[in-house]
Antibody, heavy 119, light 107 residues
Framework: QVQLVESGGGVVQPGRSLRLSCAAS????????MHWVRQAPGKGLEWVAV????????YYADSVKGRFTISRDNSKNTLFLEMNSLRAEDTAVYHC????????????WGQGTLVTVSS | DIQMTQSPSSLSASVGDRVTITCRAS??????LAWYQQKPGKVPRLLIY???ILQSGVPSRFSGSGSGTDFTFTISRLQPEDAATYYC?????????FGQGTRLEIK
């Protein structure tokens, strides 16, 4: 079955960087469009970024554009999110997801990794 | 960017009640609309996509309708396990956007 396992979260000071990873299994990763979605504590869901199956096309939410970079290594079935210039408002659980029925329909979610930006 | 507005933001209903949540898009999105259920401490669960198609394994008391800018999510006979927060989501193109969520409490 599909498994998505995020890692790399932690406590980081404002302005610093962090790199999240998502290990994928149970499906053909190299054929799948992948996304990051985040949820701040007690708040709603916010889509962060998407990357095409081959890594050539990427789109970002305005809130992270220019600071976050999504990438993938299809040889290792792994998705990444490089987060720079972190702000307090980036504090959230970050989930990786994959397209299901259609682009942007998320039928599988990782459990997420918590990023806390605090001094 | 297209904004998704859900209403109400919260509601309380009794077991057996019919519950309706609405979602409005700031621009037409055809039927590129999904609904998710999220229980505390859990990841979101896909319930409906393409505005009305029930995801496999989802009970038939859940349903969706609408097209263009106005959408409706209905639970026909509320069950205790339906206590959760529900989100609509538009997905036809980036940026993907979610509604702010509707918290459903069981009386």
């Amino acid at each position: 079955q599909v498994q998505l396992v995020e890692s790399g979260g932690g406590v980081v000071q404002p302005g610093r960087s962090l790199r999240l990873s998502c290990a994928a299994s149970g499906f053909t990763f190299s054929n799948s469009v992948m996304h990051w979605v985040r949820q701040a504590p007690g708040k709603g869901l916010e889509w962060v970024a998407v990357i095409s199956y081959d890594g050539t096309n990427k789109y970002y939410a305005d809130s992270v554009k220019g600071r976050f970079t999504i990438s993938r290594d299809n040889s290792k079935n792994t998705l990444f999110l490089e987060m720079n210039s972190l702000r307090a408002e980036d504090t959230a659980v970050y989930h990786c997801t994959k397209d299901g029925y259609s682009y942007g329909v998320f039928d599988n979610w990782g459990q997420g990794t918590l990023v806390t930006v605090s001094s | 960017d297209i904004q998704m507005t859900q209403s109400p933001s919260s509601l309380s209903a009794s077991v057996g009640d019919r519950v309706t949540i609405t979602c409005r898009a700031s621009q037409g999105i055809s039927n590129y609309l999904a609904w998710y259920q999220q229980k505390p401490g859990k990841v979101p669960r896909l319930l409906i996509y393409a505005a009305f198609i029930l995801q496999s394994g989802v009970p038939s008391r859940f349903s969706g309708s609408g097209s263009g800018t106005d959408f409706t999510f209905t639970i026909s006979r509320l069950q205790p396990e339906d206590a959760a927060t529900y989100y609509c989501q538009k997905y036809n193109s980036a940026p993907i956007t979610f509604g702010q969520g509707t918290r459903l409490e069981i009386k």
